[in-house]
């Protein structure tokens, strides 16, 4: 009689211990900080299990149902500022001797592709191939469609440079 291979049991999602939920707390109140930062605040003995425990699922949940849970990083807030940040512009001063002869408002695309990227970031997306796109993306993104269709803008049409 010959064995039969088991089936893998499904495992059942793992809860966040308190030291993982610590370092979702950390990781939300300053984003910006090294991983060996978070370590010495979120008592991980290095950075490297600071980089295991951040890709884990459940500590990727509880950041975000933290964000979701601030009213400055909540999805509606967020999708503000992303909408903001895609229609940035910068001011560019003309001169002569000295002395400045036209000014124009012109589209900021470096501001505008930091902010493209930090919503992919956001939300999960690693190549940003438009199949990857994930649903919140795709959701803020026709968000700023009805703005801008709202605006009287056409939300395919690049503005004149």
Do not use: C, W
């Not at 295991?52 to 990083?73: C, F, G, I, S």
């Not at 509606?76 to 895609?86: C, I, N, S, V």
């Not at 002569?96 to 902010?115: A, C, F, N, Q």
């Amino acid at each position: 009689m010959t064995e039969q291979p088991q089936e893998p049991q499904d495992k059942k999602p793992r809860r966040i211990t308190r030291k993982q939920a610590k370092l979702a707390r950390e990781r939300v109140k300053d984003p910006e900080a090294t991983l060996p930062e978070l370590a010495q605040r979120a008592d991980y003995s290095d950075k490297s299990n600071v980089k295991r425990a951040l890709d884990l699922p459940q500590v990727q949940q509880k950041v975000r149902e933290l964000l979701a849970a601030n009213p400055k990083t909540d999805l509606a807030a967020l999708t503000k500022k992303l909408e903001e940040g895609l229609e940035a512009t910068e001011t560019r001063l003309f001169a002569d001797k000295g002395v400045i002869m036209d000014e124009r408002e012109l589209p900021d695309y470096s501001t505008r592709h930091k902010y493209m990227e930090t919503a992919y970031q956001l939300h999960g997306a690693k190549d940003k191939s438009i199949a990857d796109v994930p649903q919140g993306v795709a959701q803020i993104l026709n968000i700023i469609i009805l703005a801008r269709q709202e605006r009287g803008i056409n939300p395919t049409e690049l503005p004149n440079a």
